[in-house]
């Protein structure tokens, strides 16, 4: 899979390199790209940013300049991702639907979003007749100071479900079968006493169809609890 991400700071997607992933582009598994999108600034400011059209707080991110840096990367067939707060709501399902592309390109926006008109120029059918998505995704119910901390939250969601890029493919499988309502078991390890407080005995037992029901009953319980 090839991601590129482009943002204004792109040294706020360093931690990219890292861990996993550090591991998984040595692999040849992904190949991550990070763009500085003031290169695409004309103006002695490098400004990328306007006021808006019909008045009110903040600014806008200018559509000439997304424009001019995202010619330069999309390619046919790709899905382009605009972080944005007003997005759909990002979930497991979305990320084992992007796990499979071959080409992602986030476009993260900062103050008050990017101008409309970018994502409807990619979203014509010029683009989609090239096999090009365009996608406006958030993370969650609170705002950012903008789209990189969310593009790096859908980067790890994704990219650990290529096959290789995780080391125990099975933690994946038991997940998938959660992934509706997203339920997890609580889990234990050695020892078996700690600070007074007891394993559930039923996990040491060794009776795997019990093990599985009481996990199963305790998963659904903390979801409940969450609700
Ligand atoms: Cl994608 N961007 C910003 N700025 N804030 C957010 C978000 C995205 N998702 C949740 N909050």
Same mark, same amino acid.
């Given at each position: 899979? &090839?991601?590129?991400?482009?943002?204004?700071? /792109?040294?706020?997607?360093? /931690?990219?390199?890292? =861990?996993?992933?550090?591991?998984?582009? !040595? &692999?040849?598994?992904?190949?991550?790209?990070?763009?500085? #999108?003031?290169?695409?600034?004309?103006?002695?400011?490098?400004?990328?940013?306007?006021?808006?059209?019909?008045?009110?707080?903040?600014?806008?991110? &200018?559509?000439?300049?997304?424009?001019?840096?995202?010619?330069? #990367?999309?390619?046919?067939?790709? !899905? #382009?991702?605009?972080?944005?707060?007003?997005?759909?709501?990002?979930?497991?399902?979305?990320?084992?639907?992007? =796990?499979? +592309?071959?080409?992602?390109?986030?476009?993260?926006?900062?103050?008050?979003?990017?101008?409309? %008109?970018?994502?409807?120029? @990619?979203?014509?059918?010029?683009?989609?007749?090239?096999?090009?998505?365009?996608?406006?995704?958030?993370?969650?119910? @609170?705002?950012?100071?903008?789209?990189?901390?969310? =593009?790096?939250?859908?980067?790890?969601?994704?990219? %650990?479900?290529?096959?290789?890029?995780?080391?125990? /493919?099975?933690?994946?499988?038991?997940?998938?079968?959660?992934?509706?309502?997203?339920?997890? @078991?609580?889990?234990?390890? +050695? /020892?078996?006493?700690?600070? !007074?407080?007891?394993?559930?005995?039923?996990?040491?037992?060794?009776?795997?169809?019990?093990?599985? &029901?009481?996990?199963?009953?305790?998963?659904?319980?903390?979801?409940? !609890?969450? #609700?």
């Amino acid at each position: 899979m &090839k991601i590129d991400v482009i943002s204004i700071f /792109p040294e706020y997607l360093a /931690p990219l390199e890292l =861990s996993l992933l550090g591991k998984a582009q !040595d &692999k040849g598994l992904l190949e991550i790209n990070v763009h500085d #999108l003031r290169v695409h600034t004309s103006d002695n400011h490098h400004s990328v940013d306007d006021t808006p059209y019909g008045g009110g707080a903040g600014m806008v991110m &200018k559509a000439q300049i997304w424009g001019d840096a995202l010619d330069d #990367l999309i390619t046919d067939g790709c !899905d #382009l991702i605009i972080l944005t707060p007003g997005g759909r709501r990002f979930n497991q399902r979305m990320a084992e639907e992007l =796990s499979t +592309k071959s080409h992602l390109l986030f476009a993260c926006g900062r103050y008050e979003g990017i101008d409309d %008109r970018v994502r409807q120029h @990619y979203s014509t059918t010029a683009y989609s007749d090239r096999g090009i998505r365009v996608h406006e995704i958030s993370i969650g119910d @609170y705002v950012l100071g903008g789209g990189e901390v969310a =593009s790096m939250v859908i980067i790890e969601a994704v990219t %650990r479900l290529i096959p290789g890029v995780l080391g125990n /493919p099975e933690s994946i499988v038991e997940e998938s079968h959660m992934s509706e309502g997203f339920v997890e @078991y609580p889990s234990f390890t +050695k /020892p078996a006493t700690w600070r !007074d407080l007891e394993v559930p005995e039923i996990l040491l037992s060794g009776n795997h169809a019990a093990i599985a &029901k009481w996990r199963s009953e305790a998963a659904h319980k903390r979801a409940q !609890d969450n #609700l």
